[in-house]
């Protein structure tokens, strides 16, 4: 789960890492309230999950309230790589000498969690480890030993940082981060950038924050961080109904039984000409109601033109499938031709029972293959 | 010979008094595995279908020694006993359990690797050799016996292309499914090295999946130290990046981890990738074909 800025920030804040303060707005009139609270220059901040909001005319400076209401109207609403912005974060705003990098991830081939830090602040991070990797301090920590003081001071020499005063700060602050790392259970903390203001006070101006799903159990609050309202409505339709679901571009909706079985349904639709909606996964079972609930999220998007159900029977045999299909589709009304494939345990009872209750609209394949030609062919001629 | 587990396996099932833990222990045991024990805190003195049940694996370990565990416990215990079972002296280790925090894993996989104990998964379909031992909830009826290895990052992906392979008359000497977690205890390069070494087994198939570098780690291992040839089919090619495909691991981060990299990083190395399942089977008979004419 990705964080807000703000979001990110109040984590950082609440580790003891040195951040400006603001407030959120939604509104312009939000917008001004907060300046005056803060007082003097402030910076408005669109908060969307993506990049490039700088370039986008996302972040702005106002001098007055009456600016502040402005650049907000401005911000609010703009489309930031297909991100709408509807919340923003006045801060106060900062004088910038120098700007850094510092972060911490989760490194999943070398199973360690992986500090970087550089003097060359501001920039994307893959450029300078591209261009100038001389620049960039790489190193790892020990997950059983934790992190250790050493860490720190070693990532500021290597890195080039030699005023003490700007060394002590930091070294605060990246021991501070890798608690918040822990303590999180982050996937990554980034800042970028970290800044040194003219009165050398080293402070985080930006925050970049992921959190592992799976550990969201202990840690209520921030599980409640998640902004449902700015998920696509249909996966936040499926995450209300417990569907494992991801929108894609396509007309094709697709239904399968397991992650991977499910990717290289969306390869095979991909390589017979078609476009597919969405990855869906069922899951180990194949009961009715997780049938009529990841239909009804596929079928919210407009976009779709036909269905198709690719099944491989394992323990969930086949006809135990076919018999949920059957049910789902009695119990609500779906006007896509859908394709079925079952294959595996039990797939010929699975298939005659389909072919025996004979839905209309609804083709029965053996295999992957064929199913995908069909299901692409029966979407043109849909949509013909 | 197989891999990972086989007629010498015993087994102690943690988290056999649940509903999955029963319903998939009782399985293995119809299969012909040797399940010795279960173990469910304040349950000792039970018995799953003449399976006895322990309060802790310690317990299950001075009076069964089994020398494999699999771990059933729901996934905010699942670390706790996967340590309980190494520090038992539980060689091998199968974690079924979904969704382990990656933070936890970390730590896991870092205190069990220097102590030579193998561990598969977590978040994996579990282990098979056909006609030996099955520990998992991989389907045994949809493979066959064989010299086959299959290694997979996917449950029934691997079912699909093990189905394809047994229609077409190949047999399998191991499944192994090591999960579609970030980090897992056992990497492809892990596995593939177990199939080198076994002498029943004369070409692998590698089912790998978008996320990571590991596909890109084993390219390597098999042009550098593997004479058993392998065949691959990666999942993933239209997924967009930054989402996650429903595995916690099948994830493009930036630029890193496509399905398209890893496919030129094996074929760059000389191993053959299928565009689809069907054609990774065919391409695994063309090869068995080729090495037995």
Not at chain 1, 306 to 331: K, M, P, S, W, Y
């Amino acid at each position: 789960m990705d964080l807000y800025e703000y979001q990110g920030k109040e984590l950082f804040a609440r580790a003891g890492i040195p951040v400006s303060q603001g407030r959120v707005a939604t509104t312009p009139e939000e917008a001004r309230a907060a300046a005056e609270e803060i007082g003097g220059q402030v910076v408005v901040k669109a908060q969307v999950l993506t990049g490039g909001r700088g370039k986008a005319g996302g972040i702005k400076l106002a001098a007055s309230p009456d600016e502040a209401e402005e650049r907000a109207r401005e911000i609010l609403g703009l489309d930031i790589r297909g991100h709408v912005v509807r919340k923003l974060w006045i801060e106060k705003a900062s004088d910038i000498a120098k700007e850094y990098y510092l972060s911490v991830t989760f490194d999943r081939g070398e199973k360690k969690p992986l500090f970087m830090f550089t003097t060359q602040g501001g920039m994307d991070i893959e450029e300078v480890a591209a261009e100038s990797p001389e620049a960039l301090a790489r190193l790892h920590v020990e997950p059983l030993a934790g992190f250790q003081p050493w860490q720190a001071r070693w990532l500021c020499f290597a890195a080039g940082l030699e005023d003490p005063d700007e060394q002590k700060q930091v070294m605060a602050i990246v021991a501070k981060l890798y608690g918040a790392f822990v303590d999180f259970d982050a996937m990554l903390c980034e800042v970028n950038p970290l800044i040194v203001t003219p009165d050398g006070e080293v402070k985080a101006l930006d925050s970049k924050f992921t959190v592992d799903d799976n550990a969201l159990f202990r840690h209520a609050d921030v599980a409640e961080m998640r902004d449902v309202e700015a998920a696509d409505p249909r996966e936040r339709l499926a995450r209300e109904k417990g569907v494992t679901y991801v929108k894609l571009d396509g007309e094709i909706g697709i239904l399968g039984n397991g992650a991977g079985l499910v990717m290289a349904t969306l390869d095979v639709i991909d390589q017979v000409g078609g476009r597919p909606a969405n990855f869906c996964d069922l899951g180990g079972g194949g009961d009715a109601q997780g049938v009529v609930d990841a239909l009804e999220v596929i079928t919210s998007d407009d976009q779709v033109e036909a269905i198709l159900f690719n099944i491989f029977g394992g323990i969930t045999r086949c006809d135990e499938v076919a018999r949920g299909i059957l049910t789902a589709l009695g119990q609500m009304t779906i006007e896509h031709p859908i394709v079925v494939r079952l294959d595996g345990t039990n797939a010929e009872e699975g298939r005659q029972m389909l072919v025996d209750a004979a839905p209309p609209d609804l083709y029965v394949e053996e295999t992957m293959l064929a199913a995908a030609e069909r299901v692409v062919e029966v979407a043109k001629a849909k949509a013909a | 010979m197989a891999i990972v587990v086989d007629r010498d396996t015993r087994l102690v099932v943690q988290g056999i008094t649940g509903r999955e833990g029963s319903f998939h222990a009782t399985r293995n045991l119809r299969y012909g595995t040797n399940v010795v024990a279960g173990v469910t805190p304040a349950k000792g003195g039970m018995d799953v279908e003449g399976i006895p049940v322990f309060d802790t694996v310690r317990d299950a370990v001075a009076e069964t020694s089994p020398n494999t565990a699999m771990v059933f416990v729901p996934a905010r215990f699942a670390a706790d006993a996967i340590y309980e079972a190494v520090d038992a002296g539980i060689e091998t280790v199968i974690c079924i359990t979904e969704g382990l925090p990656a933070h936890d894993m970390l730590r896991v996989y870092n205190y069990v690797r220097p102590k030579g104990v193998t561990l598969i998964g977590p978040n994996c379909p579990g282990v098979l050799s056909p006609g030996k031992a099955n520990v998992g909830i991989i389907p045994a009826e949809i493979f066959s016996e064989g010299s086959v290895g299959l290694v997979s990052r996917s449950g029934t992906l691997t079912y699909q292309i093990g189905h394809e392979l047994t229609q077409l008359g190949i047999g399998q000497s191991t499944i192994v499914g090591i999960g579609g977690d970030p980090v897992v205890g056992s990497s492809f390069v892990d596995v593939l090295a177990r199939f080198e070494a076994d002498p029943e087994t004369e070409l692998v198939v590698m089912v790998g999946e978008i996320g990571g570098n590991e596909e890109e780690k084993a390219a390597e291992f098999i042009a550098e130290q593997m004479s058993t040839p392998v065949v691959a089919y990666i999942a993933g090619f239209t997924a967009p990046p930054g989402k996650t495909m429903g595995h916690a691991g099948a994830i493009i981060s930036g630029s890193a981890g496509t399905a398209r990299a890893k496919k030129e990083a094996l074929e760059a190395r000389g191993v053959r990738v299928g565009t689809n399942p069907t054609e990774a089977a065919r391409l695994a008979a063309e090869a068995v074909g080729a090495r037995t004419a």
